[in-house]
Every structure is written in structure tokens, then in C-alpha cells.
T-cell receptor
Framework: AQKVTQAQTEISVVEKEDVTLDCVYE???????LFWYKQPPSGELVFLIR??????QNEISGRYSWNFQKSTSSFNFTITASQVVDSAVYFC????????????????FGKGITLSVRP | KAGVTQTPRYLIKTRGQQVTLSCSPI?????VSWYQQTPGQGLQFLFE???????NKGNFPGRFSGRQFSNSRSEMNVSTLELGDSALYLC??????????????FGEGSWLTVV
């Protein structure tokens, strides 16, 4: 069965600190997609990044960077020089293929990490 | 480009009533899926519609149902509401499905409180 583990539940940092959010996943699929979403208090899940299982190239986008390692089934997310506006709940999610025949839009989510950035 | 739009944003219902939530996907997206978010269970997949047909379903009772219209707009219905149905209901859309490599974009959600 698919599983996404976000072992950290709450992280509190002071503005300008770097912070890494961990994500470990389990899947039997050979092709899969990993996602990170940000959820501010308003409720909307804001898409941050998608990664393919066959592309382990790490990515940097502004203050955000992602480290994908298939060998350890991890897809970690780092915020450099954190800001108060980064305060939110962050979810890691995994696509699912083997349970269904044909295409689907099911994501398995981790429990989320609440990030608080203090001024 | 407009995002995923959900209505209503907030609603309060009484146990035993039914509720209908609406979702307008991003223009051109044909897959619409619904998720329930609660503090205890987290984010759980309810069901997905593609081209007006339910393509996949999560592990929820039959009180939860949905449909999709020819313009890809979708509604979900919960009948005989229970206190445990209090949750944030999120609608998401993608071109054709996340398993095909498409990104899923979520709406702001509908906050349902059952009293």
C-alpha cells in the first residue's frame, strides 16, 4: 500500500533560518509522482513542485529547493532564509497507480508539517 | 487563468440534513477529484470524475456521492449528515489525471460544520 510519512509534526524557526521538511514514501509502483503542497490558514492547497520517479535531479526555485533520493525513498524540501509568510502546513503527496486500472487522480498525503516562522 | 473555484466556502448544517458542494475546475481540465480533510484522518481521497463518469472512488460510505457535468463542473453530495462529516472538503482538477503526470490543482475548499 502507498504510504507517505512526514515524521516532523511541528517546526518553529526564527526568520532567516534555513529549514528542511522531511518526507519518506513507500510504493510498489515503478513510475510515480511526488508533490509538495503548502496550505495556509485559508485552506487552499497551493502546489509547490512535482517530481517524476525517473528524474532524480534536484531542483532549486528561489528560496526553495528539493532533494529527491530514490535509494532512501525520500523527497525533502528546504526553505532557505525563511520568512514569516512561509508559515503554513506543508504536505508531501504521492501518486498511486497500482491500485487502479487506467488513469486516476488519487494522491496519498502525509500528515503534514506545521511550520511557524517567528519574526 | 482562473483557478479551481469552490462554493460555498463555509456552511453549517444539522445532523440528518444533506449538503451539496460545487466545484468549477480550471478551464480545460477534465478530471475533477474530491478530498476530505479532518484533523484526525488528514487528507483522504473521496472520488474522481472524468468526462462525466466516476473513474475512481475512495473508501467512503455511499452517503457520499458526486457527479460531473458536460462542462466539467462537479458537485458532491453528502446525505444524512453525521457529526463526523465536519471537515474541509477540497476539490482538485487536472488535465487528465495525476497518474499520467499531470499536476493536480486544489481549490480553497468548503468548510462544513455539522451540528
Amino acid at each position: 500500500a502507498q504510504k507517505v510519512t512526514q515524521a516532523q509534526t511541528e517546526i518553529s524557526v526564527v526568520e532567516k533560518e534555513d529549514v528542511t521538511l522531511d518526507c519518506v514514501y513507500e510504493t510498489r509502483d515503478t513510475t510515480y509522482y511526488l508533490f509538495w503542497y503548502k496550505q495556509p490558514p485559508s485552506g487552499e492547497l497551493v502546489f509547490l513542485i512535482r517530481r517524476n520517479s525517473f528524474d532524480e535531479q534536484n531542483e532549486i526555485s528561489g528560496r526553495y529547493s528539493w532533494n529527491f533520493q530514490k535509494s532512501t525513498s525520500s523527497f525533502n524540501f528546504t526553505i532557505t532564509a525563511s520568512q514569516v509568510v512561509d508559515s503554513a502546513v506543508y504536505f508531501c503527496a504521492l501518486s498511486e497507480t497500482s491500485t487502479y486500472t487506467g488513469a486516476n487522480s488519487k494522491l496519498t498525503f502525509g500528515k503534514g508539517i506545521t511550520l511557524s516562522v517567528r519574526p | 487563468k482562473a483557478g479551481v473555484t469552490q462554493t460555498p466556502r463555509y456552511l453549517i448544517k444539522t445532523r440528518g440534513q444533506q449538503v451539496t458542494l460545487s466545484c468549477s475546475p480550471i478551464s480545460g481540465h477534465r478530471s475533477v477529484s474530491w478530498y476530505q480533510q479532518t484533523p484526525g484522518q488528514g487528507l483522504q481521497f473521496l472520488f474522481e470524475y472524468f468526462s462525466e463518469t466516476q473513474r475512481n472512488k475512495g473508501n467512503f460510505p455511499g452517503r457520499f456521492s458526486g457527479r460531473q457535468f458536460s462542462n466539467s463542473r462537479s458537485e458532491m453530495n453528502v446525505s444524512t449528515l453525521e457529526l463526523g462529516d465536519s471537515a474541509l472538503y477540497l476539490c482538485a482538477s487536472s488535465l487528465a489525471g495525476v497518474s499520467l503526470g499531470n499536476t493536480i490543482y486544489f481549490g480553497e475548499g468548503s468548510w462544513l460544520t455539522v451540528v
